[in-house]
């Protein structure tokens, strides 16, 4: 086997110098009646082509040669050759969390980048090394303000993406956390301030936004932060779609940001592995989950980074941790890291630029359609969500036979949004496949029903 | 002594700052491709929400500069590239290339988990191969790829046990831990709303399984196991563990951190364990890449299926696969969307590669751990005698006696060329020193292995000086941990301002 570098000879060799007659002495502590006697039942052994064949099979059942308008916390964005270049590097690869200093200098100063890069881009004094994605640094985001508040109640605006909801409920279930929904404005889609502002109490830890949130619609978060703070409890706003702060004022009044940096430098990939992130003020840096990299010197004074407010962490505190993560995303991280030291601070506000402009040009050209209209009245960033005269999911299947993959339906977790879809158009829709979207979309409502 | 220091000599290194510190307006590293719609005017739409001056204080450098940046910070890595890495319950195995080839696919890394499933067939097979497979390895009867890493796949295995407890009508108060786990189950535990109690393990090592039928009472929802445990020894008396536990009502629950020791050998599910969760990023050889991405998968017995995590890949009638998201029993979702996708094929990629051979795996790994073991027992106080599996536990015991501990011993392996073992840790273990080589590591490997630990023993013993103040040959020497922690400097700022948001 081409993985494991022994001969028949060597292996002798190290039997006899155990003292070991076979290799199944080794394992004699396990009972003989536990013992596999047959062998598994597995495919392969594959060679590497074979395994790169089966791989291109299996691609090839997926959507190539498709062109894509779905968002929904997942997107498509340009990505440098330079970043998998990068990533490949096999002491970056095949690397541990460094928790040796000396030897893990590049992994801990690339952390570091990246929780200063994280900061900046949410205006936020820290930030953490990584969460597993948005969805659990949301969750986790309002754990920690259980923590800070000693509340135990929780608002969660239903704009927040429903999968995000859905976590967050998974993990509050048990720990005698309230979760409540606050509604959003029909017409506008941000979260109903009014009936926020009713359901706050002395006795809210968190209230969670997102922005854009899942409808696309940019949550008015300066000036929620005052309401809520106002009454003890923490504001807690998620992003989903990182890309939007080069254009759009960060969330610097919120208590935590829980991020999803997916969009900077990591592909779909089926829905992972991506990289969440917590970022907050300096003052709750001990309830913070999650690794942090943090800066020091050595004996001689040279500048070095270590892993750091370990006794936070699950493998000092064991039960009194303050999360039990342990692996995170580091890799994924070290993706954004790269990526966005690429963009740099031009390359960041053109992409997001070029976002806004091709999703509002894709608004104007699908209103020109009949019966085609803008759900909400909110500002939107690159995503935005639309109002059709009939079935999404009829639409869609016409647009699939045109290898469009259409309006993503969110009537399944917004009863009252059937004949809704969310449109994602990223800079990486040039514009004549935008217009062949719109007018296969025209087409397809054309159609006899 | 340096002369018996083998496997590694000095090299130059490159210095570098932090990449804010290379920065100068007008410099990049990206261009787009120009706008093919008109420019749409932001200030006039956003009004009050436009962040109009870019992000503050980002990089502005160019595209050499950032590839010389992270290239130079790579060297001051080690890695399992570069040689052993032997860090105990770890797993550092090979991390083969062709794994990372398919996972960056065109119709592999590019597709949305929102798409049409019809148009998602070939990710659902490989969900479903890899599935089956690990059901196979398992022994267990169904599973969900869900979970994010190892931590994630013990609170989906605690929450099953829980669903599946209340709906027989108590959810029950209490999980057992022995003392020699992993931080995350206690952890864990109290997320899902469990108090912990520790057990004690017996003077060989193993659980005391006397004591714990004095324990396990209606309160106990189930106890968690690692088999073999951290210190890589096989709980012999796992079937009579299971059968006390289920006689009470409670579960086993086995945490397969060491499944390396295992697969193709004997089966967890044969063991009477109720629920597991695998490590892709140990056993099945995805990178660690630094602390992360890995996967959790979770495999149970058929009774505990109608509470997986929501969506359940299922098959259709018409042969087709699908996601099901709708299952009145299911504790819910535990991540957004179904899992480390690109993690699951990078796992798939190992097993196709070894197939029924994975068992030679697992021999060669527990091999390595005995051949170490057999030369550095008497060199290093081995405190557990029972025989070892994949990896092996010394203390620092002998060597203490001349002021010299399991950290400094493995700082000065660093001089010697290699990652440290695990330090310190099973807590049960004084001054441990936790040795997993995995199968990756050849006999000359193992045997440069050998020899730096015994000529750091000898110079415990002769020159104790250079072990404690090592290492020596390193970028920095040891870090001012206190002072990190004391006035935590978590992130650069320039020296000429402070961003607030702008």
């Known amino acids: 086997m081409r993985y494991l570098p022994k001969s028949p000879a060597e292996r002798e060799q190290m039997l006899a110098a155990i003292g070991a007659k076979s290799i199944d002495e080794l394992f004699s502590e396990i009972p003989e009646r536990f013992r596999l006697r047959q062998a598994l039942s597995l495919p392969g052994p594959l060679s590497e082509t074979e395994i790169i064949a089966y791989f291109k099979d299996r691609a090839a059942e997926n959507s190539v040669g498709y062109t894509s308008f779905v968002g929904g916390g997942v997107y498509n964005h340009l990505r440098s050759v330079v970043t998998d270049a990068i990533l490949q590097r096999g002491e970056f690869l095949t690397s541990y969390t460094p928790y040796q200093a000396e030897i893990a200098q590049g992994t801990l100063q690339a952390i570091f980048e990246f929780q200063t890069l994280m900061c900046q881009l949410t205006g936020q004094e820290i930030a953490n090394a990584s969460m597993y994605d948005g969805s659990t640094a949301t969750t986790e985001a309002v754990l920690m303000a259980e923590r800070l508040t000693g509340r135990h109640r929780v608002l969660v605006a239903r704009s927040v993406h429903p999968e995000y909801r859905q976590v967050l409920r998974t993990y509050a279930k048990n720990s005698g956390l309230q979760v409540e929904e606050i509604p959003y404005v029909a017409a506008v889609g941000t979260v109903d301030t009014a009936a926020l502002k009713a359901a706050i109490k002395a006795d809210v830890a968190a209230v969670v936004v997102q922005s854009p949130n899942y409808f696309g619609a940019i949550e008015p978060v300066a000036a929620l932060a005052g309401e809520v703070q106002a009454s003890g409890a923490l504001l807690v706003v998620a992003v989903a779609e990182a890309v939007s702060l080069g254009l759009i004022r960060p969330p610097a009044e919120a208590d935590i940001v829980a991020m999803e940096a997916q969009s900077l430098g990591l592909p779909p990939s089926y829905g992972g592995p991506f990289a969440g992130v917590i970022a907050s003020r300096e003052k709750f840096v001990r309830q913070m989950p999650g690794r942090l990299a943090g800066q020091t010197t050595d004996g001689d004074g040279r500048r070095g980074f270590v892993l750091t407010l370990a006794t936070r962490e699950q493998h000092i505190r064991r039960e009194k941790a303050t999360s039990n993560i342990c692996t995170n995303q580091a890799l994924c991280a070290l993706a954004a890291t790269v990526h966005m030291c690429l963009l740099g601070k031009e390359g960041l506000r053109e992409i997001a630029h070029q976002n806004f402009s091709k999703a509002q040009f894709a608004l104007a050209e699908l209103e020109k359609i009949p019966g085609v209209k803008r759900a909400f009245s909110a500002p939107f960033f690159n995503e935005f969500t639309i109002e059709l005269p009939r079935s999404v999911r009829i639409v869609n299947a016409h647009l699939v036979r045109e290898k469009i993959i259409g309006p993503l339906a969110i009537g399944a977790d917004y009863p009252e949004l059937t004949k809704r879809g969310l449109v994602c158009v990223t800079e990486t829709a040039p514009r004549t496949e935008i217009e062949r979207f719109v007018a296969a979309l025209r087409r397809a409502l054309e159609q006899p029903v | ?502």
């Open chain 2, 1 to 502: 002594m340096t002369e018996r220091i083998k496997k590694a000599s000095r090299h130059t290194n490159q210095s570098e700052g932090l990449i804010f510190e290379k920065c100068s307006p007008g410099k990049r590293a990206f261009e787009l491709p120009p706008l093919d719609v008109p420019l749409a005017e932001p200030a006039k739409a956003l009004g009050a929400l436009h962040r109009s001056g870019g992000v503050e204080g980002f990089p502005e450098v160019s595209e050499i500069e950032v590839i010389r940046h992270f290239t130079r910070l790579s060297t001051w890595n080690y890695a399992i590239d570069l040689g052993m890495y032997p860090l105990g319950s770890c797993t550092m195995k090979y991390n083969p290339r062709v794994n990372e080839f398919v996972a960056r696919l065109d119709g592999i890394a590019t597709e949305h988990p929102c798409q049409p499933q019809e148009l998602s067939q070939g990710c659902l097979k490989i969900m479903r191969q890899l599935e089956k497979c690990l059901l196979e390895i398992t022994g267990m009867e169904a599973i969900t790829l869900q979970p994010a890493a190892g931590a994630q796949g013990e609170l989906t295995g605690l929450l099953l046990i829980r669903a599946y407890l209340e709906k027989k009508g108590n959810p029950r108060k209490k999980v057992l831990i022995p003392d020699s786990a992993h931080g995350t189950n206690p952890a864990t535990a109290v997320i899902a709303g469990y108090e912990v109690e520790n057990i004690k393990s017996e003077s060989h090592g193993q659980i005391d399984v006397e004591k714990l039928r004095e324990i396990v009472t209606e309160d106990v929802a189930a106890l968690m196991i690692t088999n073999p445990s951290t210190l890589g020894i096989f709980e012999e008396r796992i079937g009579e563990i299971a059968g006390l536990l289920h006689a009470k009502g409670a579960l086993l629950y086995m945490d397969g951190a060491n499944m390396n020791a295992l697969a193709g050998v004997t089966r967890p599910g044969d063991l009477g364990v109720d629920v597991m969760h695998l490590n892709l990023h140990k056993t099945f050889s995805t990178p660690h890449g630094g602390g992360g991405p890995g996967a959790g998968p979770v495999a149970t017995k058929r009774f505990l299926e109608p509470f997986l995590p929501v969506p359940v890949l299922v098959e259709r009638p018409d042969g087709k696969l699908a996601l099901e998201s709708q299952r009145k029993d299911s504790i819910g979702k535990v991540r957004a969307f179904a899992g480390n996708f690109g993690v699951l094929v990078r796992a798939l990629a190992y097993i196709l590669a070894y197939g029924p051979g994975i068992r030679q795996a697992t021999e060669d790994a527990v091999l390595n751990a005995n051949y170490i073991r057999k030369h550095l027992e008497g060199v290093y106080d081995l405190p557990y005698s029972l025989p070892s599996m994949h990896e092996v536990v010394f203390s620092d015991s002998i060597q203490k006696k001349n002021g010299v501990n399991t950290m400094d011993i493995a700082k000065r392996l660093i001089d010697y060329g290699f990652h440290p073992y695990t330090t310190a840790f099973p807590l049960i273990v004084p001054g441990a020193l936790m040795i997993e080589p995995t199968e990756s590591e050849s006999k000359e490997e193992c045997d440069l292995f050998i020899d730096a630990m015994r000529a750091i023993a000898e110079e415990a013993a002769t020159n104790p000086e250079i072990v404690k103040t090592a290492p020596h040959t390193t970028r920095v020497g040891r870090l001012d941990e206190v002072t990190a922690a004391r006035k935590p400097i978590l992130r650069w700022k320039s020296a000429s301002r402070t961003e607030a948001a702008d």
